[in-house]
DNA sequence: CCCGTGCCTGTTAGCGTTAACAAGAGTCCC
DNA sequence: GGGACTCTTGTTAACGCTAACAGGCACGGG
């Protein structure tokens, strides 16, 4: 005759632990002043009913949610997703539950959007994780009262940042080439709008600048394989004297080293490649690829702790230096001494 | 003297309007019998306010949140990644938010944790994300009443699947290099306790067995370019004789094919190779690497419409087969008539 | 002219939790 | 013995929304 269990609610552990449903929510959330004896009356009375608190509910009561709210890019692209994974589990382990939307197209009026679903949840605070010119605006209209942290972003007031130092690894990348005797460098660019395509440029260019050396157009690229083996064939027909390639990124130095194998052209012996990102594959690739390694684990990992700070302080939060995690020069087999 | 202005709740906007808060929810929620002008009041009263519906209070009262859960192993790995990434896109289109709870290990306790704080945060459904033997004993033990999907899901009982046809893909690959004359051929599983794994052996060992030739130990394997590295010096030492491989994915496809590039074998002059999953960059690697595609994307999206169905039917589900998205074998250059 | 039937709106009562307050019991000190 | 504590528990009122019910008004048919 009876329906189907209904999930049991704090009355009914209260209920059967013969106390209130408040001191059943003391024992949840762990308050002091609860008689030792009390509460395992409570634990014993919850396991038996297979008790499991609704955390909407404590969300509505308590104004806040634990939960930390992310706005991603493409999810797909391998610093994103390296990012979130660890940034999930840093939130998981910090006692939050992480909400993921993603935005299909960089244009302000989506991002603006997802902001709005996120609030709309009451989310505790926002990671953006879209490092884009278009985000950076954004975050300029995040709620005040909502803390954030940008990933790789720009400087939007009173937004604090983590990033990986992207201008010195270029700097490191194409110092490297410069170490190695070449004196004819170009650059594949990332995709437009991204600041990180923006500040790899920015530190190729400061170390040719540095070395005296001439600094060329940047070729275009969009971050794909497709388009690194574009500029591959680019390369050759338009600067044939070019013996060091830095790419923004591995996947695009694939692409390009696979052009200029096609072309006859020998990696390293004719042309040196490094690359950005050390992907997983990255040592397995023909050849091995030198790149810049970046700890995203770290990233996701800091990016939690400065959050996590920022909720716990009640007051106006000063804004701060972003938090700069190093990126390191993986020396492999794609590059080598100038040919002469 | 007064505070900063709080966020403005229904009955904020109801009195600006001059109607009740339950005139405002019905205008939110789309119902009939709402008169036109008293619509563009509330309306009005809204965009003035500035005014955010608490989705938190709305889950509650409902009983019902609009969340889909997910339960990944791996969100960094290719499948899950690309999976996630349009599984969001189609929930949000659906009116769906996404919670992503990743799982570090296999353990059935983590995966058992994880759908508690799911159930917790009164998801609407679950879509479990990860392809492992023990994540199909979690799925029996999911509640009754919680509408659940599995993505590669082995038979649990009760839980639909949406798969990618992994023996179909398998055994594509494997007849290929059968029918270009390869009468020697290996694999190389992927990772142990994986069912997409067992899937690709098993596919393997009939397009073999059909063929009536020889089926060797697969060399293991763990998903990971090293592991395929490791696996071509392996190749070499046991059975110089092989001539086509069949590698259970990419990355480990390319880490063969470095190994048997060092060792002096040309691929696919001496050795085809064939790799799955077909990653983006698989048209630029050196040589462009023939594999069996996956279309993830169409994964994410049946997922969310199975999902949703189950959502919408109140009454009990049948099973029903798994939905099947197929696998389709792109021919590059990495494959090769056997020499002779 | 009354009653039933659409339309439209308001009132009331939850949803399951936490916060705020109240209050009783025990202890300690003067 | 009384006041001021600390420890422990209970009662009541939110939190912001939706659901259920109860009207009021206009219209049409018997």
Chains 1, 2 share one sequence.
């Not at 600067?239 to 390009?256: I, S």
Request: net charge negative; with cysteine; glycine share 8%.
């Amino acid at each position: 005759m009876d329906e189907r269990p209904a999930r049991p609610v704090m009355a009914d552990v209260a209920q059967l632990a013969g106390v209130s449903h408040q001191t059943v929510s003391r024992v949840l959330n762990d308050h002091p002043y609860v008689k030792e004896e009390t509460r395992a009356k409570v634990l014993a009375a919850m396991a038996e009913l297979g008790y499991r608190r609704n955390l909407t509910a404590r969300a509505l009561a308590r104004r806040q949610s634990d939960t930390i709210g992310v706005i991603a890019f493409d999810t797909t692209l391998h610093g994103p997703a390296s990012t979130l994974f660890s940034l999930e589990q840093a939130a998981r382990a910090a006692g939050y539950e992480v909400q993921v939307v993603t935005v299909p197209d960089p244009h302000p009026q989506a991002f603006a959007d997802a902001v709005d679903r996120l609030v709309a949840q009451s989310v505790c605070g926002v990671v953006v994780l879209a490092p884009q010119r278009a985000a950076v605006q954004v975050m300029a209209g995040l709620p005040a009262d909502l803390p954030a942290v940008a990933v790789e972003g720009g400087a939007a007031p009173g937004v604090p940042s983590v990033v990986v130092d992207q201008v010195d690894g270029a700097l490191q990348a194409t110092r490297h080439l410069i170490e190695l005797g070449h004196t004819e460098i170009a650059h594949v660019r990332g995709r437009q709008d991204w600041l990180e395509a923006e500040a790899r440029l920015d530190g190729w260019q400061q170390a040719l600048t540095a070395a005296g050396l001439a600094v060329r157009d940047p070729l275009p690229g969009d971050w794909s394989a497709r388009s690194g083996y574009d500029a591959g064939l680019l390369l050759r027909d338009r600067w044939p004297e070019v013996t060091g390639v830095f790419v923004a990124n591995d996947h695009m130095a694939l692409g390009m080293i696979r052009a200029l194998a096609e072309a006859g052209v020998d990696v390293p012996g004719q042309v040196s490649v490094v690359g950005f990102d050390d992907i997983a594959e990255a040592g397995y690739l023909r050849p091995p690829l030198t790149t810049v390694h970046q700890d995203f684990a770290e990233v996701g990992r800091r990016c939690v702790d400065v959050l996590v700070e920022r909720i716990g302080a009640s007051e106006r939060w000063s804004t701060g230096c972003p938090v700069v995690v190093p990126g390191r020069l993986v020396v492999r087999a794609s590059t080598g001494p100038a040919p002469r």
